[in-house]
């Protein structure tokens, strides 16, 4: 199957840090998604990028599908921001069910 | 986009009981999708449920450990069986609409 690398795996920031986390993966793939993954547990979906750049907020997204990998930029970070950060995809020509990657861990401090 | 709910948010059980989860979903989608999460790890795909149709399972998980059923376009239910500490998850129910929605997790402590 699809491999899904995401590093670093944890990442401490002081609150106004910008941050970037980053998605490699092993083979083509048609779908990305990014995910935020709250304290208590909730999962969000911040990006769903294929491929170009995409923006929301402080938090912007860019995949490179010829190069297999994809970037989740984080500005001016809050404390809020804080949990676990998760990139899935889904392998070209595969089943439609998305890998995930092992998440990078967030903490940022006030 | 979706709004999905799941009941119980948590519970606690003895090993050796079973705990049925409800996942319901504002609007009518064709699949639904069960995930484990231990703790400190990523996502792991149980099941997907289709209406009208037996559940598929993911290399690892069994029918008879993870019972669903899936009797309508905007609910199913996930049954953890017999139980054991190494059950000890955060369950997760999602749907697909691209981009994929997930509900906010029952959270399973098997003592």
């Known amino acids: 199957g699809i491999q899904v690398e995401q590093s670093p795996p944890d990442l401490i920031l002081q609150e106004g840090a910008n941050s970037t986390l980053r998605c490699n993966f092993s083979d083509s793939v048609n779908n990305l998604q990014w995910f935020h993954q709250n304290p208590w547990g909730q999962l969000i979906n911040l990006f769903y990028i294929p491929s170009g750049t995409k923006q929301n907020g402080r938090l912007s997204a860019t995949t490179v599908a010829t190069e297999r990998y994809s970037l989740l930029y984080i500005s001016s970070s809050q404390t809020t921001d804080s949990g676990v950060y998760f990139c899935a995809v889904e392998k070209t020509g595969g089943s439609y069910i998305p890998t995930f990657g092992r998440g990078t861990s967030l903490i940022v401090h006030p | 986009s979706a709004v999905i709910s799941q009941k119980p948010s948590r519970d606690i059980c003895q090993r050796g009981t079973s705990l049925t989860i409800q996942c319901q979903v504002d609007?009518?989608?064709?699949?639904m999708f069960w995930y484990r999460q231990q703790p400190g790890q990523s996502l792991t795909l149980i099941a997907t449920?289709?209406?009208?149709?037996?559940?598929?399972?993911e290399s690892g998980f069994v029918i008879d450990k993870f019972p669903i059923s899936r009797p309508n376009l905007t609910f199913s239910t996930l049954t953890v069986s017999n139980m054991s500490p190494e059950d000890s998850s955060i369950y997760l129910c999602s749907v697909d609409l691209r981009p994929q929605f997930f509900g906010p997790g029952t959270r399973l402590t098997v003592l």
């Open positions: 609007s009518q989608v064709t699949m």
């Open positions: 449920a289709n209406q009208g149709s037996e559940a598929t399972y």
